[in-house]
């Protein structure tokens, strides 16, 4: 059997690295843009918009960018955000600079603290992916519209990050050795 080529190895270590790489904790800047946490100019801008067409994982943050003297951000339960209610929010931050991390699987609901803008759409709902579906890019979240059914229990547990962590191994092992064995000849 011969030996590999330096530049062989080298490319196998590369694709290791970026394969755990991947699954880092993330920062999503809510909206895409410093401005965007306000009352959409229409339903078609919602923040549930830019919400379905990201990945969410378990340990990825939200930031938040707003005037704190005119508004502030609620976490609230399902219910609380279909009736827009602020009065008993999970969560009150009003800083200007938010940053909420996002710890388990399942919904999380938020609304403006300002009078009148969650009724005229200024609400979000993200999706945070179970450990099990941990790898990135594959496909987009489901839309919160699916969420105002029954409620997504969240995966917790030390079996199913022990799961998580099995499969993502498997993944790159097999990634490795198809790699390595292409390179050796």
């Not at 699987?105 to 300002?114: P, Q, R, T, V």
């Not at 969650?118 to 839309?143: D, F, N, T, W, Y």
Request: one cysteine or more; hydrophobic letters at 45%; glycine letters at 8%.
């Amino acid at each position: 059997m011969a030996a590999t080529k330096p530049s062989s190895l080298l490319f196998v270590v590369l694709l290791s690295a970026s394969i755990l790489i991947s699954s880092e904790a993330r920062e999503f800047l809510v909206g895409g843009s410093d401005s965007a946490w306000k009352v959409p100019p229409t339903t078609t801008d919602s923040l549930n918009q830019w919400a379905e067409k990201n990945r969410f994982q378990v340990g990825d943050s939200l930031v938040w960018k707003y005037d704190a003297a005119k508004d502030s951000i609620l976490q609230v339960t399902r219910e609380a955000y279909l009736s827009c209610n602020r009065s008993n929010p999970l969560a009150e931050h009003k800083d200007g600079a938010t940053v909420v991390e996002l710890r388990r699987s399942g919904a999380y609901y938020f609304i403006s603290g300002a009078d009148g803008a969650c009724e005229e759409g200024q609400k979000m709902i993200v999706v945070v992916m179970s450990e099990r579906h941990s790898l990135r890019g594959l496909a987009p979240g489901p839309s919160p519209v699916e969420l105002e059914g029954p409620s997504i229990a969240p995966a917790t547990g030390a079996a199913s990050r022990t799961v998580a962590a099995l499969k993502t191994g498997v993944v790159a092992t097999v990634v490795v050795l198809a790699v390595m064995s292409r390179l050796i000849v």
